[in-house]
């Protein structure tokens, strides 16, 4: 089974595709992870942001190896780990440049799809981002729109930082501004077909893991039925 999981920034998809993915004894994707190791190497070779082909060129050098086990967030960009160094507001503040290179895009989703296939075997994955229902596995299984209002986002960011790690503005920059750049490639504001939308504003972390279960259950279902 493949979980597909959008939705804006700060919605709760990285928590609760993991819980999820620990839960039903699945892979965890996080694609968002990966196009911020790309941004980390591009900075580390002094690229200029704005030079599409250059950046697009890194983007297919870079070696990554993303940890897909839902209990060990680990990433490494040509063999230096990045776990923690792609998480910097350094790097918040730059990645909608690289996700918004349709090169790069290019060549993220044909390694988001490699490791996708590669998670068949053992069962699937909970995938999570921006474009995973619409464009990089459409026919998954089971396909999830998670949404909470701004207000909730942005508190929910800041909760997650040390106090005093970013004034007000980085925080919207993180949250508003880069959400109104990453909706110009990929259409993560309302729900695609077949999807469904869940509003978290008002929900724990923990009942919106139990809904996603439950669906999950419910489309497994449904598939054993359509396959008798
Ligand atoms: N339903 C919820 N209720 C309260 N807090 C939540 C809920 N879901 C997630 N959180 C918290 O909100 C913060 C942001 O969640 P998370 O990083 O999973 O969001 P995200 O959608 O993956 O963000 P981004 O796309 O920017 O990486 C985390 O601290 C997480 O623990
Ligand atoms: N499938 C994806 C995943 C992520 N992005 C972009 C959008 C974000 O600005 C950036 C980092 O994602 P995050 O870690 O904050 O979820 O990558 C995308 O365009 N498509």
Redesign the pocket.
């Known amino acids: 089974m493949i979980i597909a999981v959008d939705?804006?920034?700060?919605?709760?998809?990285?928590?609760?595709?993991r819980g999820v993915a620990t839960r039903l004894g699945l892979q965890y994707l996080d694609t968002?992870a990966m196009y911020r190791a790309v941004t980390w190497s591009a900075l580390e070779h002094g690229l200029d942001l704005d030079d599409l082909a250059a950046v697009a060129e890194r983007a297919r050098a870079v070696q990554l190896s993303i940890s897909t086990d839902p209990q060990r967030a680990q990433f490494a960009a040509d063999g230096v780990d990045v776990t923690e160094a792609i998480r910097d507001p350094r790097i918040?503040s730059s990645v909608s440049k690289i996700a918004t290179n349709l090169d790069v895009r290019a060549e993220l989703i044909r390694r988001q799809r490699e490791l996708i296939e590669a998670s068949q075997p053992t069962g699937g994955a909970v995938v999570?981002g921006r474009d995973i229902a619409t464009v990089v596995w459409p026919h998954a299984e089971l396909k999830l729109l998670?949404t909470?209002d701004q207000e909730?986002?942005m508190a929910?960011?800041k909760?997650?930082l040390a106090e005093g790690a970013v004034t007000a503005d980085q925080l919207r920059d993180?949250?508003v501004r880069?959400d109104a750049d990453d909706s110009t490639v990929s259409q993560f504001q309302v729900a695609s077909d077949g999807a469904v939308e869940i509003d978290?504003t008002r929900?724990?972390?923990e009942?919106?893991i139990d809904v996603i279960c439950r669906l999950a259950k419910e489309a497994e279902a449904a598939s054993r039925d359509r396959d008798s």
């Open positions: 939705g804006p920034s700060g919605s709760g998809k990285s928590s609760t595709a968002g918040s999570e998670l909470a909730a986002r929910r960011r909760a997650e993180q949250i880069r978290s929900l724990t972390l009942e919106v």
